[in-house]
């Protein structure tokens, strides 16, 4: 079969179309921004792209798969209607070519997805399980974002955003789980949803879908989770925690963390499991390996093999990496975009440098940030930074001149990549560290800023 995928640089839609791939079909796709890295490694599986979205793209294909990203009005899109091809969207192609054989592992929640993903598909492939996967994100150990596996399971990142323009349910809906994360819940995706009410509404036709035989594993610290079971759950649930002192006899907790943050005790029905030591940083990255140790042991993997797996689990691309260390001087990429993202975020880097010095840098640049939407929480979030970068783009309408008001003497507001890079190049000191956040490519300022240490 010929498919042809509309938005297929997108992270989600560039592994559907890696998946469509190695199950032997035929994929083309168009995108507005093709460019590397996902231009490459789509090419790499022989995977044709076309600039822009032109009606003489689509014609002889046998199907046609929509991105979110797409609306009315979209010449490729019109096309496609006019000629009344077969079309459907990205979950829906990925729920009906590649899970409905599967044990789905589903992780959602509205932060770190990726990172639980990742860390839940290498600790199955670790135990020999060989799955398959659909991560937003690249996977260290695995080089890949996506790939169909061998195994029985399939690991998917769940997402809340709607699915296309003809379908408005969250993309979620399509996975049904049988093993499911909820990971916490706050408001975001400003863009499609009213407010946090709308979003829970949607959560929970997610856990109507798990079978009464599957398993939620629910972060027990979160009341928005506990308000979406509380309107009606039909399966098993397994709570995880944060908190030393919230102890339940069938609880799992995460106890005794080290210093640095890297290291804690898995702590069930009152019993001590073991040790994690690994390398990722951060609240919120403990909770992340916790909710995959559990997920995983759902569906047979013994805690003491998940504990020994997060041993050698290597990280995700954007999320705490380490781009490069110049003269003493480090600087990290992280996708992190929500007050609560970058607080911890900033709070896992503060426990592994101490009193070293940090450098945030952040582009607002999620449709909820460019909004304004959390610009009473922007300020706090990023507290833990001895120094604060804000990027005000050109075209958000909002003045962020409020939030570094609030945020002191530290922070400043600079309105051009070249400005920020001059700032650093003529400020940074031996031992400091750069913390760059974005959900975007923020104009390839990471680099500038090397090129600029150097």
Avoid at 73 to 84: F, T
Avoid at 327 to 344: G, L, Q, R, S
Wanted: proline share 3%; charged share 20%; glycine share 10%.
């Amino acid at each position: 079969m010929h498919i042809h995928i509309l938005g297929v640089c997108g992270t989600f839609m560039g592994g559907v179309a890696v998946l469509a791939r190695q199950a032997g079909h035929t994929v083309t796709g168009s995108d507005a921004n093709v460019y590397p890295p996902m231009s490459t490694q789509l090419q790499a599986q022989r995977i044709d792209l076309m600039q822009g979205y032109k009606a003489e793209h689509l014609g002889t294909q046998d199907q046609v798969v929509v991105g979110n990203a797409m609306s009315r009005g979209n010449e490729a899109v019109e096309s496609m209607l006019n000629k009344n091809m077969a079309y459907t969207s990205g979950p829906q192609w990925l729920a009906e070519n590649v899970l409905k054989d599967k044990w789905v592992l589903a992780v959602a929640g509205t932060h770190g997805k990726t990172t639980t993903s990742s860390i839940l598909a290498w600790i199955l492939e670790y135990a020999g399980l060989q799955p398959g996967f659909l991560i937003g994100g690249v996977p260290a150990n695995f080089g890949v974002s996506a790939r169909l596996g061998d195994g029985s399971f399939f690991v998917v990142e769940a997402d809340e955003y709607d699915t296309a323009f003809f379908d408005k349910r969250s993309k979620f809906v399509h996975y049904h789980p049988r093993t499911l994360i909820l990971n916490n819940l706050e408001f975001d995706h400003a863009d499609i949803f009213e407010d946090l009410d709308a979003i829970k509404k949607q959560f929970h036709h997610l856990v109507r879908t798990v079978p009464g035989d599957g398993l939620i594993v629910v972060n027990g610290d979160e009341d928005n989770l506990r308000d979406v079971l509380d309107k009606g759950c039909w399966s098993e649930q397994a709570e995880f925690s944060g908190q030393a002192d919230k102890k339940s006899a069938d609880q799992w907790r995460i106890e005794n963390v080290s210093a640095d943050g890297r290291c804690f005790d898995v702590i069930y029905k009152e019993k001590n499991m073991g040790t994690v030591k690994g390398h990722l940083l951060g609240p919120h990255n403990r909770m992340n390996a916790m909710a995959a140790i559990v997920a995983a042991q759902h569906v047979g993997v013994p805690v003491e093999q998940s504990i020994d797996a997060l041993k050698e689990f290597k990280g995700v691309k954007r999320r705490m990496e380490v781009i490069g260390e110049v003269n003493d001087k480090t600087v990290y990429d992280d996708f992190a975009h929500h007050p609560t993202a970058i607080k911890e975020t900033l709070e896992g880097l503060r426990d592994a440098v101490g009193d070293s010095r940090i450098w945030a840098v952040l582009e607002p640049r999620s449709n909820t940030m460019r909004m304004g939407v959390h610009k009473q929480q922007l300020a706090s979030s990023l507290s833990e930074a001895d120094e604060v970068v804000l990027f005000q783009p050109a075209d958000v309408d909002w003045d962020m001149q409020s939030v570094i008001n609030e945020a002191g003497d530290s922070a400043r507001l600079i309105r051009s990549i070249d400005g920020i890079v001059g700032l650093l190049a003529e400020q940074v000191k031996p031992g400091d560290h750069i913390l760059v956040m974005s959900n975007g490519g923020f104009g390839g300022v990471h680099q500038k800023i090397i090129d600029a240490l150097n």
